[in-house]
């Protein structure tokens, strides 16, 4: 274990102390109306009109879940207390069903 510290350790001294020259490439360093730049600020765009369409799409998603749920709420209030539309409650737990339905042997 202390063997992969001190080599982790001595690439990184390494990698710190040495000047290497480095370069930008022509995209990021160089003329920003080049046929490179304008290709790279197109993909740019690509990319952030996708990400933008499907974040948008779950969003509107998870909008269509919430006002679903509302609506559905609204409903079930409306099952359980008819007297919010001015209608009178039915009690419809002391009805048989021999009362409602009219028995096959009378015909």
């Keep these: 274990m202390n063997r992969l510290i001190s080599t982790y350790l001595t690439a ?4 710190l102390t040495l000047r290497l020259p480095t370069y ?3 995209a ?3 003329e920003s109306d080049s ?4 290709g790279m600020n197109a993909g740019i765009i690509a990319l952030l009109v996708i990400v933008g369409g499907v ?3 779950v969003a509107a998603f998870f909008i269509y879940l919430v006002r679903r ?3 559905m709420a609204n409903r079930i209030a409306l099952l359980d207390d ?8 039915l009690n419809l737990t002391g009805a048989s069903t021999t ?3 009219p028995s096959s042997e009378s015909r």
């Design 12 to 15: 990184a001294v390494l990698l």
């Design 24 to 26: 930008a490439c022509s």
């Design 28 to 30: 990021c360093y160089g």
């Design 35 to 38: 046929p490179m730049a304008q």
């Design 55 to 57: 974040l948008g799409g």
């Design 69 to 71: 749920n509302r609506r």
């Design 82 to 89: 008819p007297t919010l539309l001015g209608l009178k409650p």
């Design 99 to 101: 009362q409602m339905l």
